[in-house]
């Protein structure tokens, strides 16, 4: 077993305090982060003992339609993580992993798992260049934009912090948030099982299979 549990409660404290600038500078530690991030170094994912329920948002996909994100991915295994498509760093390799690993599952599940993508810097993050980023990635993946309150509010239920994207001295826009991948279980449609940013494509590769059975991995 690859995986160690903490509660629901000591994870969104570690979540929202645990922002990632995506290239920017390191956020601030504080003990509680410590001790939950130092554990899951050890393991590839966390087993929530209370999951989390998915975000209730109606957004809009990269077709410009718009996305109910618990009705459309009821029953389904799904990884959801909240991030932008301008990040030079931590969201395209977190993309880039899971695509990675999604292609060593059976063709039936790799039918059956949804990644779900959501933007932390909507304003820039249109539905057509979202749509182009994410095909590069995974043409199966889900990538969603909208208002950004509601985002923020959707990722607080899960523990995830997010800011408003920033504009730096020299121009550069930032947008810092947690990089957390929560995975949610077909069988109870709840999230079960947190990743942090450190996860490998190897360590998904191990654990999806279990992922999309609604097992703990």
Request: with cysteine.
């Amino acid at each position: 077993m690859r995986t160690t549990r903490a509660t629901a409660a000591a994870l969104a404290v570690a979540a929202a305090l645990t922002l990632s600038a995506c290239g920017g500078s390191e956020p601030a530690k504080s003990p509680a982060v410590t001790d939950v991030s130092s554990s899951a170094k050890k393991q590839a994912g966390t087993v929530i003992d209370r999951p989390f329920q998915k975000p209730d948002l109606v957004l809009t996909d990269t077709q410009g339609k718009k996305y109910d994100l618990r009705a459309q991915t009821k029953g389904k295994p799904t990884l959801i993580y909240f991030g932008y498509t301008h990040c030079p760093d931590v969201c395209p390799l977190t993309m880039s992993n899971i695509a990675q690993a999604k292609k060593a599952l059976p063709k039936a599940d790799q039918d059956n798992l949804r990644v779900v993508f959501v933007t932390t810097d909507p304003e820039r993050d249109t539905p057509a260049s979202l749509g182009e980023w994410l095909t590069s990635q995974d043409p199966s993946f889900i990538g969603l934009t909208g208002d950004f309150k509601a985002i923020q509010a959707g990722a607080r239920t899960m523990g995830i912090g997010i800011d408003p994207p920033k504009k730096e001295a020299d121009g550069t826009v930032v947008s810092m948030h947690g990089a957390q991948v929560i995975a949610f279980s077909p069988k109870t449609d709840d999230g079960y099982v947190l990743y942090g940013d450190d996860t490998t494509a190897e360590d998904y590769t191990k654990d999806l299979p279990k992922i999309v059975k609604g097992e703990n991995p």
